[in-house]
């Protein structure tokens, strides 16, 4: 399986920007989908963009669509989530997941980073 790791995350204010990385370590990372989530205290965890192996096919959820672009360099191991025009409402900790789909539910993602802590200040 691969390893992940987020990083990218801190606080801006409303109306900036940030860019997350999720570093792969292991084998094969070209192979997998990778996703992204994130969790708000007190609520559950949702998706937020995902990606195939190749980076031919993206999805995202209506809440960042236009605002959030997922990438990823198979040469790096790494997959970005670029994050503009950020609003208070998108506060939570992100993670990210590998799996064999892009699919937007978590379940079938059996590798997940630690998370990292997006802020947003209004």
């Known amino acids: 399986q691969v390893q992940l790791v987020e990083s990218g995350g801190g606080l801006v204010q409303a109306g900036g920007s940030l860019r997350l990385s999720c570093a792969a370590s292991?084998?094969?990372?070209?192979?997998?989908?990778v996703g992204w989530f994130r969790q708000a205290p007190g609520k559950e965890r949702e998706f937020v963009a995902t990606?195939?192996?190749?980076?031919?096919?993206?999805a995202y959820a209506n809440s960042v669509k236009g605002r959030f672009t997922i990438s990823r360099d198979n040469t790096k191991n790494t997959v970005y989530l670029q994050m503009n025009t950020l609003k208070p409402e998108d506060t939570a900790v992100y993670y990210c997941?590998?799996?064999?789909?892009?699919?937007?539910?978590?379940?079938?993602?059996?590798?997940w980073g630690q998370g990292t802590q997006v802020t947003v200040s209004s």
């Open positions: 990606i195939n192996w190749s980076g031919g096919i993206t």
């Open positions: 997941a590998a799996g064999d789909l892009h699919t937007v539910v978590p379940g079938p993602y059996y590798s």
């Open positions: 292991g084998r094969a990372f070209s192979r997998y989908a």
